[in-house]
């Protein structure tokens, strides 16, 4: 299968990198309005049993994980994070966390989807999905510290390949380390500092879920509001254009190829 070429990712304009800077700081000060309005805890890990489909997701791990296998033996056809989603510059570099992506935002990426059938009809029948892709970490790799924008959504991985060496594979949100566990669910709070430390010589891959936070009734109108705004953003807009256009390459690749 021949490589295909990535979408350039020139320099944001100004304005753009401001609005997105400006949009930012907003939603992180609604944060507490959030919070007062949540029917879940604004912890910054949350439990399972906060969530009735985490069992059903966990129970589709393994075709899950098949489908992960199958796509992963092409491994240049899978992305970087920044080539879809320029903004993560600063967190993404070279190939070494690569994304492939089945909704953005509430966007739902049809020919990823298709080319994932099972893992498609589960996400398919998860409650508010906005986000959500496979998230694979080359070895060596760390993600920086960084915020999630908004916390209007709760973050869930489902691990997928998990090191053998675990212990030197985890995530740290605010003061909490986590392990990640095949075919097991751990849920978080992005909007609190995260990082990411892959030191061990095995890639790590999850399942990786923005799913809505469960809100009272004027919560969930504020929400609405901030999805709306978030989806209408280039923060949103330029990914979408990005993943189409990386999806429309690739095709003519495997065109040619065949």
């Not at 979408?7 to 997105?20: D, E, F, G, V």
């Not at 973050?155 to 605010?174: E, F, Q």
Request: include cysteine.
């Amino acid at each position: 299968m021949n490589t295909v070429t990535s979408p350039s990712a020139p320099q944001a304009p100004l304005w753009r990198r401001l609005l997105i800077k400006g949009g930012k700081r907003f939603l992180r000060w609604s944060g507490q309005f959030q919070a007062k309005h949540s029917r879940v805890p604004s912890t910054p890990v949350i439990h399972n049993r906060e969530f009735a489909w985490v069992p059903q997701l966990e129970a589709a791990w393994p075709a899950i994980r098949q489908e992960l296998d199958h796509l992963l033996e092409h491994p240049e056809d899978i992305p970087a994070f920044h080539q879809i989603s320029p903004d993560q510059k600063r967190i993404s570099k070279g190939d070494n966390w690569k994304t492939f992506g089945f909704y953005v935002y509430g966007n739902r990426v049809d020919e990823n989807c298709a080319l994932c059938p099972r893992t498609a009809a589960v996400l398919d029948t998860l409650p508010g999905v906005r986000s959500a892709m496979f998230s694979i970490l080359q070895p060596r790799y760390r993600i920086a510290p960084h915020h999630g924008p908004t916390r209007a959504v709760i973050r869930a991985h489902l691990g997928l390949k998990v090191p053998a060496d675990a212990r030197n594979v985890w995530i740290r949100v605010d003061d909490q380390i986590l392990h990640w566990e095949e075919g097991k669910v751990v849920l978080f709070d992005d909007t609190y500092e995260h990082e990411v430390h892959n030191d061990t010589d095995e890639l790590r891959a999850v399942l990786f879920i923005d799913i809505d936070r469960p809100m009272d009734r004027i919560g969930t109108i504020f929400n609405g509001l901030i999805f709306w705004l978030i989806q209408a953003s280039p923060y949103v807009r330029q990914p979408v254009k990005n993943l189409a256009r990386w999806n429309r390459e690739r095709g003519r690749q495997n065109q040619k190829a065949d």
